[in-house]
């Protein structure tokens, strides 16, 4: 489990959702089984089965990835963003072409962001086309960009700890169970996937797969049942910052235990706040977490299938 210095910023990269800067009215509500933007165009004719792409794992998840034929360059793969992002530096020495201006909500709240047309981004043998992404500082980034459920609505995302690989496969092939494995169902909302087989000390919660930070966080509804009390014992504090560069203040605590499905995990310490997405997916006033890296790559190996809303965890032996 890693464990976060007391004041040390963390970039934290989750729930980006965006709706045009210019609109007048709010925004259509999203179907509860999708995305908010359409789902980007796979052409995974060179490769049904998947490419196993070599990452690096800093924390979190990062693979090589192309950008109109350039590259490569690092991007972080972040199943807690609804829309893939470049980085700014990037896509003014790609040239790209500037979209429209988009309100983007982020861990630390919304801000309106420059958009950018993406002709080809390519991971592996799969190519991703017509992608229109936010296009935001590298230094918040942490990465030259991120790959978000835009480019893996479609498909089967699966990170390997232990061997530092990710593989994107067309979900339509076939899936055999592993030993050690566990297969637990999650909802979709907002394109996230929601597990509502999770616990904290008994405290039934609601738990979204947020790949793209690297500090687990809960809310103070989760604080509040767990701890009975209206404050959460302090432990530390810590600064996070969002992918926009706005940050804000989180309290440290130690967790009793997490279960997952039919998986006990002890000793998880997490950061409480009431950061915005948890109120995005309609989790304010109820326990919820994001998971994120510290607790997932306590497994083996997570495997996220966004069609079928399954989430497979295998276990170390």
């Known amino acids: 489990m890693m464990f976060v210095r ?7 990269i989750a729930a980006l959702l965006a709706t045009p800067a210019t609109a007048q009215a709010p925004a259509a509500a ?14 995974d004719t060179l490769e049904i089965g998947g490419d196993e792409l070599p990452a690096e794992l800093a924390g ?6 192309r950008v109109n034929g350039e590259g490569p360059f690092r991007f972080l793969v972040d199943s807690g963003a609804d829309r893939s992002v470049i980085g700014a530096r990037l896509a003014a020495r790609l040239k790209l072409p500037a979209e429209q201006r988009v309100r983007l909500q982020g861990m630390a709240g919304t801000s309106e962001v420059e958009t950018v047309l993406v002709d080809r981004l390519t991971l592996g043998t799969s190519t991703l086309t017509s992608l229109v992404t936010p296009a935001l500082p590298e230094r918040y980034l942490g990465a030259a960009g991120l790959i978000g459920i835009d480019a893996l609505a479609e498909q089967r995302l699966k990170l390997d700890f232990d061997s530092r690989t990710v ?8 899936m055999t169970a592993e030993a050690g494995e566990i297969v637990v169902t999650a909802r979709r909302r907002k394109g996230q996937l929601i597990l509502t087989q999770a616990s904290v000390g008994g405290t ?33 504090t810590v600064t996070l910052i969002s992918v926009t560069g706005q940050s804000f203040e989180a309290r440290l605590a130690t967790l009793p235990p997490v279960r997952i499905g039919g998986i006990t995990l002890t000793n998880v310490t997490i950061a409480f706040a009431d ?16 998971l994120g890296t510290d ?9 996220l299938d966004f069609g079928a809303r399954k989430v497979r965890f295998t276990l170390r032996r």
């Open 167 to 174: 593989t994107i496969e067309d979900r339509r092939q076939p």
């Open 60 to 65: 979190r998840m990062y693979v090589d990835a």
């Open 6 to 12: 007391a004041a040390a910023p963390v970039i934290l």
């Open 295 to 303: 607790l997932l790559k306590s497994f083996k190996r997570l495997s």
């Open 204 to 236: 039934r919660v609601f738990a979204v797969i947020d790949t793209g930070t690297d500090i687990t966080v809960g809310n103070m509804a989760l604080g509040r049942a767990i701890f009975r009390r209206e404050r959460v014992p302090l432990d530390r």
């Open 275 to 290: 950061a915005p997405p948890f109120a995005l997916f309609g989790l304010k006033d109820q326990p919820a977490l994001l």
């Open 30 to 43: 999203a179907p509860a089984n999708g995305p908010t933007i359409p789902p980007a165009t796979l052409d």
